[in-house]
């Protein structure tokens, strides 16, 4: 008989420290005034209740990830925003249906359970939960030798919402002459990493000595939560967008119906340093529109006469202002102009 041991820990994965990490999650996200908030936590599944005086209720769920800001994370060794990223790309989604966010669930896979960065992930995920009004209910993380390299791992992000059908946001409330407005983003949030970290390879910038580099790219994305539910409960709203990958052009594109046009004026953006940075670091501006928000993290789409309503919503940093308007045509998106990048 083969008397060599052969063991789950041996082969990379360890159970104990799993366990721990479990335990932890468990300790820290479920306590309120001594008593335990979420008690599913460790257990097969997470159930949770819908909301009650919401008129024909419709669950909406999205599922992303941060994108290669990972890599950003680990360069810094700083892992305390992704987490809030991870909650507000899958909860800024959400909203675009005028959804409110329920709970969430992340998944974790890494080379090798690290408490200490794993721990430092969650309390962002608990803090973007918190600022988005969800519960985190649970997750999984997974242990995988072999499939990462030594100190890499990847996360995702799994949020269900509810909405009343009569407050869903459809393509038929956007008409001609509505406004298009601008909420500024916080920064890059969580699209165009893997362009940012190439551009900062072949000019071999070291980021850890980089001031400015240091504290724009691990800012974390804003969640619009708060302000967006606000205006779907006043109907103040046609449409908005989530400005993601595909910036500008891409993200609204998907919410325009037939025979109208969003006739967007590029000078009228209020852009951010590193996006300014970007672009004179050699990022053409087709390449600029096409891969980054610019500066505009979320846009909506509203009838004119509700403007200072709609401004009334939102603090100083993230107040809107209007970049273009609903005309007609076939082309679903126009852009007009150029961003001023000085």
Avoid at 250 to 275: C, E, G, M, Y
Wanted: glycine share 10%; charged share 25%.
């Amino acid at each position: 008989m083969n008397k060599k041991k052969f063991t789950y820990k041996k082969s990379g994965v360890n159970i104990n420290a799993a366990d721990n990490f479990v335990n932890f999650i468990s300790n820290v996200s479920s306590k309120k005034k001594g008593k335990k908030k979420f008690s599913n936590i460790g257990g097969f599944g997470s159930i949770t209740s819908i909301p009650k005086g919401i008129n024909q209720p419709k669950i909406v769920a999205c599922t992303d990830g941060v994108g290669t800001k990972i890599e950003i994370a680990n360069e810094l060794n700083k892992y305390d925003t992704i987490g809030i990223d991870l909650v507000a790309m899958s909860v800024n989604d959400l909203i675009v249906q005028g959804a409110k966010p329920l709970l969430f669930l992340d998944y974790i896979s890494i080379n090798k359970i690290d408490l200490k960065k794993l721990k430092s992930i969650v309390r962002g995920i608990l803090k973007g939960c918190k600022l988005s009004g969800c519960e985190l209910v649970g997750g999984e993380t997974a242990e995988m030798p072999g499939t990462y390299e030594k100190g890499k791992f990847d996360i995702a992000g799994f949020a269900v919402g509810v909405v009343g059908k009569n407050k869903i946001l459809t393509k038929n409330r956007i008409k001609k002459n509505n406004l298009i407005l601008a909420v500024p983003s916080s920064g890059l949030h969580s699209n165009g990493f893997s362009l940012v970290r190439y551009l900062i390879n072949q000019k071999k910038i070291n980021i850890k000595n980089n001031k400015f580099l240091k504290s724009e790219l691990l800012k974390p994305t804003k969640i619009y939560v708060n302000e967006i539910l606000k205006l779907v409960d006043h109907n103040l709203i046609n449409g908005c967008a989530n400005i993601t990958g595909g910036g500008l052009s891409d993200n609204i594109k998907r919410i325009i119906p037939d025979k109208v046009i969003a006739d967007i004026n590029l000078n009228q953006i209020k852009t951010l340093s590193i996006f300014k940075w970007l672009r004179i670091n050699g990022i053409s501006e087709k390449e600029m529109l096409k891969t980054f928000n610019c500066g505009v993290g979320f846009c909506l789409i509203i009838n004119p006469q509700n403007l200072n309503k709609v401004i009334k919503h939102f603090s100083k940093d993230y107040r809107p202002y209007v970049i273009g308007r609903i005309s007609k045509g076939d082309n679903k998106v126009k852009l007009n102009g150029s961003i001023n990048w000085s």
